[in-house]
């Protein structure tokens, strides 16, 4: 539906996604299932579902029943939260790695990459997100607890932040380091070698390596951060 607005030659048009007709109840259901999947529209769910059904028979039984096995079998690491077959992740179980050392990151993406930069030899503690109200993620919603039971176990040295410097990240750096005051051990945060506003899991090796060997006591980037917020706030 177009129009015209008053005199003006600019042209507004109003049009509907056209429905697509699919020949198989069947073809659509399963359309519809991969198009839930986070950046998957209906036409590249068409061209997964379409290259399934060109596969050999046990090539899609194998692909169905990985997924049904990851969902019904994977669990959970018992100590950093991490995914893994086991109650406990093969990181936490190595005894060559030092126990004293524990990285706060959001998700298993952030171990992956800084596991791939190989200067880390601490463990991890997976939050399962970031505080961000807009969404309804709250402190009930994250593994908060679990660090604090893992640092007043004692074992705990040092705790090294290592979450996306956007503005949710910071935010939830900053409630864990008030929450982890009271036990007085270094809070450190990696140093910002990672762009601001940047998301951890997309830094390269080199840049997320040095940025964890160069990290800083969370202190010192809480006086620059307030800083920096000092300087706008008087312009």
């Not at 993406?109 to 463990?123: F, P, S």
């Not at 910071?170 to 008030?178: E, S």
């Amino acid at each position: 539906m177009c129009f015209l607005h008053g005199k003006s030659i600019t042209l507004g048009c109003y049009s509907k996604e056209p429905v697509q007709h699919y020949p198989s109840k069947l073809l659509e259901s399963a359309v519809n299932e991969f198009s839930r999947l986070p950046g998957v529209g209906r036409k590249t769910a068409l061209r997964l579902v379409l290259h399934l059904l060109r596969q050999a028979p046990a090539d899609v039984d194998r692909f169905g029943n990985s997924l049904m096995k990851l969902r019904s079998e994977v669990k959970y690491c018992t100590v950093c939260n991490n995914i893994t077959d086991a109650d406990v992740c093969a990181i936490c179980k190595d005894t060559r790695r030092d126990a004293g050392l524990v990285m706060v990151v959001e998700d298993i993406r952030d171990v992956m990459a800084v596991e791939n930069t190989g200067q880390y030899r601490g463990l991890y503690h997976i939050l399962g997100g970031i505080l961000n109200p807009m969404d309804g993620i709250g402190p009930e919603q994250l593994n908060i607890e679990s660090l604090l039971s893992r640092v007043s176990s004692g074992e705990v040295r040092e705790v090294i932040m290592a979450l996306s410097t956007t503005m949710e990240g910071d935010t939830t750096v900053f409630y864990l380091f008030r929450k982890l005051s009271p036990f007085q051990l270094p809070v450190t945060t990696i140093a910002r070698g990672i762009a601001i506003g940047g998301e951890l899991e997309y830094a390269d090796e080199v840049t997320l390596g040095r940025s964890i060997l160069n990290r800083t006591p969370y202190e010192n980037a809480l006086a620059r951060s307030q800083a920096r917020n000092f300087i706008k706030l008087s312009w």
